[in-house]
């Protein structure tokens, strides 16, 4: 089964908007994960537009499930902050500073030094790590050669193109899911993954570990409710 990590950067971009404490985020993670959802993910920016590095602190306090820290290993204070808070998981993505969302993966065959050396640092520490990367079988086999437990599949060209033909949008990380397993690399994935895609993906892309969903999963909330929400979602992995 696919579990559900529940990226709750949207909660914290609610709460910084008026600069207070409501909604609270640490309450809506723990709600979160006794409606079910079976991690929390956070990707904290340089600029802590959404997430601060102060909340990472005190979510590692409360989180029950699997914590998952997502974000770039080139900033120091990222690499500090995951090596302080040591989460069960770290999921590297390559974002350019002041970037509006994720919007490429790993180049594991230009940097697979670094993510090597990177991926190390953090495997010493016991922090079970993924990586970011595009659907694409050099990357998946150079992610491989990293050291790397798990690749993240950056799933927004799926989500944009699943209209014009949802078997022809999946195809490419069908294929690079079974790389993925040919080479004994675990599987995520993530990034605009919705209610009405997600389903399809979960029950075709083999070997499918997580997923994790925060933009479109806490804009349903606006309609649905927060755990009639959380809940929808684990019926379309179940
Ligand atoms: C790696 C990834 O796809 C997610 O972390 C996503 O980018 C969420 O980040 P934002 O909430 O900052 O858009
Ligand atoms: N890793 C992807 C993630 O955490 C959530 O992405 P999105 O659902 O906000 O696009």
Not at 87 to 103: F, R
Not at 106 to 131: C, N, P, Q
Not at 175 to 196: F, S, V
């Amino acid at each position: 089964m696919t579990r559900l990590s529940v990226n709750i950067n949207k909660i914290a971009t609610l709460r910084n908007s008026r600069g207070g404490n409501n909604p609270d985020l640490i309450q809506v993670a723990k709600d979160i994960e006794s409606f079910g959802a079976q991690g929390i993910t956070v990707h904290p920016r340089p600029d802590e537009r959404h997430i601060r590095y102060d909340d990472v602190y005190q979510l590692k306090e409360i989180v029950t499930t699997e914590f998952n820290i997502e974000g770039n290993c080139e900033e120091q204070k990222f690499i500090d902050l995951v090596l302080a808070v040591k989460p069960e998981q770290v999921t590297l993505v390559p974002d350019a500073l002041g970037q509006l969302t994720s919007n490429h993966g790993w180049d594991t065959i230009t940097h697979k030094r670094y993510l090597t050396d990177m991926i190390g640092a953090f495997k010493k520490e016991g922090i079970r790590v993924s990586i970011f990367v595009d659907p694409l079988e050099d990357m998946i086999a150079g992610a491989a050669e990293t050291g790397t437990d798990r690749i993240e599949l950056y799933t927004e060209g799926y989500a944009n193109h699943y209209h014009q033909g949802i078997e022809l949008a999946a195809a490419p990380y069908i294929i690079a899911a079974k790389k993925a397993q040919e080479l004994g690399l675990g599987l995520n994935a993530g990034h605009d993954l919705d209610l009405k895609n997600l389903k399809y993906f979960a029950q075709n892309v083999p070997g499918l570990l997580e997923v994790s969903i925060g933009h479109a999963l806490v804009s349903d909330a606006l309609y649905y409710g927060l755990e009639n929400t959380v809940q929808m979602y684990l019926r379309q992995l179940a």
